[in-house]
């Protein structure tokens, strides 16, 4: 049908050894089960129950055995993923006790530091007392040397004048 529809378009239809399409395989008959039929319909032997209880009991202990293997071998699996798994733990605490030892010595620097800082605030506070009490005697010893001039005239003066007087009075009244 393609090809038709190909050839009426005018293109050209290159052939291939498979089918573009796939053709439907054809399925074995299945034949339909009966129903079933009742057990006192299905002819059974005292030999053939004990029999097919042993392949049963068989059946079960193979798997068992097989299940209990298996099993094993995941509880084995697992064992080693525990013992990983503790190993991890163990290297983690070793690490998370390295960095509690860490933030204490960090802790203790700080608190280092701190003290420093507050003896450092501490000294400039001094340091400032020291400044202002340089200060004041400087400001005194101006004072005091503005005072002096007066008083230095002062005695001048009166060293002027006892030598005046002085000169006034004969010697021999000493």
């Not at 034949?31 to 002819?43: A, F, I, R, T």
């Not at 209880?53 to 699996?77: C, M, P, Y």
């Amino acid at each position: 049908m393609a090809a038709k529809i190909l050839k009426f378009t005018g293109l050209k239809v290159a052939k291939t050894k498979k089918p573009m399409i796939k053709k439907k395989t054809k399925r074995a008959k299945v034949k339909k089960l009966s129903d079933p039929v009742k057990s006192m319909g299905v002819p059974a032997t005292k030999a053939m129950v004990i029999k097919l209880g042993e392949q049963l009991k068989s059946i079960v202990t193979s798997s068992h055995i097989e299940n209990r293997a298996e099993f094993k071998k995941v509880h084995d699996r697992l064992s080693r993923f525990d013992k990983n798994f503790l190993n991890i733990d163990e290297q983690f605490s070793h690490f998370k006790l390295q960095s509690n030892r860490a933030n204490a010595d960090i802790n203790e620097l700080k608190t280092a530091v701190q003290n420093l800082i507050g003896e450092t605030l501490g000294v400039r506070s001094e340091i400032h007392k020291i400044l202002a009490a340089v200060h004041n005697v400087g400001f005194l010893m101006e004072e005091q040397n503005a005072r002096n001039i007066y008083v230095l005239d002062g005695h001048t003066n009166l060293n002027d004048r006892m030598t005046k007087l002085e000169s006034k009075f004969p010697p021999d009244l000493e």
